[in-house]
């Protein structure tokens, strides 16, 4: 385990910034992971005004989950059911880093 | 202190609004901006006071009459691209419904008419699927020429 492979363990493990959450592929199944919760709103320009489009993002470690989550697929974390929009490897390439939008 | 009819023509419309567009959309007056949309099958519907003018019509004696623009916004946020037309759309048709149910507000009103109106659609930055509209209201409405709280 590299040193970032350990640092992102640290704070997929700290109960105080880590929370459980189940990963649910559209095609099927579903695993358990740790993840890291962050908010990150989208402005969402329309027209002559704006709204605010409430979003997220969640760090996976990889070793939690090995297969590439995909868009579509849902993540259940922290009492909210979310939909996976864009999909990307952190920079050191340890983590999965999801775009997510709440399922009302 | 009593209420203008203004004020009483606008508190009707949007309650008439609220009472009627139907779930899952919530209807506000004039509330802070931007609208919060805080999840996939959200839908907001905002009422915006606007300005008013005397009408060119002539009114009855001790009369004078108004028209008074209300601008209502809508929004809406979907799963896939593919349902936020039928979805803004949808939500549009029921805003229209709602206003029109009653066009005299209760005998506060004239009439309502529809006066403008633009959609767009948001695509992009990562974000789920939305769009919004806006929809203009022409709302006719008398008071008496010496006091804008009584109802002419």
Redesign the interface.
Known sequence: MNAFAAGIEALATDPDMAVAGTLMPAAGGSSACRVLLQRRD??????????????WVAVIPQADVQTRPRRGDELAADGKSF?I??VATDSAGVAWRL?L???? | MSLTIRERVLAAFAAQLAANVGAPATVERNCEAPAELEAIGVERVIVIDGDQEPADEPAGMGQRQYVLAVDVEGYVRTRRPNEVGPAINALHGRVLKAAFLDRTLGGLAVDVVDAGFWVDVFRGDGASPGAGFGQTFAIGFRTSVDDPTVLA
């Open positions: 989208k402005d969402m320009p329309v027209g002559e005004t704006h709204a605010r489009s409430q979003g939909l929009g864009d775009d939008d709440v399922i009302g």
